[in-house]
């Protein structure tokens, strides 16, 4: 009989639109400044995705590289688990379109919707297959093209989110062989909370795709209060004290929420990897774009203990800490 498995973080990747838009060039469209959303959010630029880049193109290019950092062919994949909230088409799942693009057909492959937490609720459902032995080699992608979801008539939204997709390759191994691997998951979702955060269109309701809805200061309230009660239910699952944790990749929503979830639980500034001054907002594709970003630049290495956590419409929220 074999032993226990582990999800093991074998490479990552990302990819961004061509076309990055500054606060300045913002500022032209809408009645907005540099000032303000730099001071509110710590967003200085975002990158827009042109009519022929969507969110199968970009996730696409993010796990291509990230096949290629885990020197993995395509074909040996046997998941994809695809996180976006805004897939090229209502059906069928944008993770098919990349499967194959990619040209590993015939695995496994489908979306989950969990919005800006979705990279969390793929990496831990891919934890768990891998975990049970339904699949070895896992490709989980966040992606989104949340411009085309935009009201850009709405200042108090528009200039929060950007386009990208982020990507890793997960493999199972014998956890009694590495001390690598995802140590522990927690997830959570409240309903009741709908209305703070929504897209007001869909295939079921309006027959419209919709645009993205939200009372940000009643989600920021929220946002720090539930990472950190999460952050904590991980940390204790895990057996580990703040102190071990070598990096923290948050969801990048404002950096004004980074901070004060740092604070809250006493993890210093310096152990935060922060992107959203160039990425903005991407939703489920920023988890993975902060970790690829943070990894290719030398700052996250082998064996250190990283802490991933997202909170986002729904409310989904939740955290994930792996050793890489
Ligand atoms: O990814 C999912 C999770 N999402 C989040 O975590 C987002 C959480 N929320 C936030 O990040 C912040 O609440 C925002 C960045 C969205 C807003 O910052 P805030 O400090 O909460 O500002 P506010 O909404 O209270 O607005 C303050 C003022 C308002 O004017 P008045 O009513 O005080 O005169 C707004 O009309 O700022 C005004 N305002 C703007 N001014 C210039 C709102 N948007 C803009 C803008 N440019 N783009």
């Known amino acids: ?68 950092d885990a020197g993995f ?5 046997d998941l994809i688990v695809l996180a976006t909230a805004t897939p090229d088409n209502t059906f069928p799942a944008t993770a098919t379109k990349v499967q194959h693009a990619l040209g590993c057909n015939g695995c496994i492959a489908f979306d989950v919707a969990a919005v800006c937490s979705g990279f969390l609720y793929a990496l ?25 979801i935009l009201d850009w008539e709405d200042r ?7 386009d990208g997709a982020g ?15 995802i140590i522990a998951s927690r997830l959570h979702a409240d309903g009741a909370q709908h209305d703070l955060l929504y897209v007001d269109g869909g295939p079921s309701t309006t027959q419209t795709v919709g645009h993205l809805r939200m009372k940000g200061r009643e989600v920021f309230r929220h ?54 001054d160039r990425h903005a907002n991407t939703s489920a594709a920023s988890v993975p774009l902060a970790f690829d970003a943070a990894r290719r630049d030398g700052r996250i290495q082998s064996g250190q203990l990283v802490m991933f956590e997202a909170m986002g419409g729904g409310f989904t929220w939740g955290a994930s800490l792996v050793r890489l």
């Not at 209060?225 to 239910?233: I, P, R």
């Open 1 to 68: 009989m074999s032993g226990a498995l582990r999800s093991v973080i074998r490479g990552s990747g990302s990819a961004l639109p061509a076309q990055c838009v500054t606060n300045a060039q913002l500022a032209e469209r809408v009645d907005t400044s540099d000032e303000w959303i730099v001071e509110r959010t710590g967003i200085r630029q975002r990158y827009i995705a042109s009519e022929s880049e969507t969110t199968a193109s970009l996730a696409t290019d993010a796990a291509r590289a990230a096949l290629e």
């Open 73 to 77: 062919e395509p074909a040996s994949i």
């Open 124 to 148: 831990t459902t891919a934890d768990a297959m891998l975990r049970t032995g339904m699949a070895k080699r896992a490709l989980v992608i966040g992606a989104e093209t949340f411009s085309r």
């Open 156 to 162: 108090t939204t528009c200039v929060l989110f950007g």
């Open 167 to 181: 990507a890793v390759v997960l493999e199972a191994q014998d956890a009694d062989a590495t001390r690598a691997g």
């Open 223 to 276: 946002a720090v209060v539930n990472l950190a009660e999460v952050l904590g239910e991980v940390i204790a699952d895990a057996g580990v004290s703040v102190a071990d944790i070598d990096w923290v990749v948050p969801h990048q929503a404002n950096r004004r929420i980074l901070d004060a979830t740092a604070k809250k639980l006493g993890i210093s500034e310096d152990k935060i990897v922060v992107t959203v």
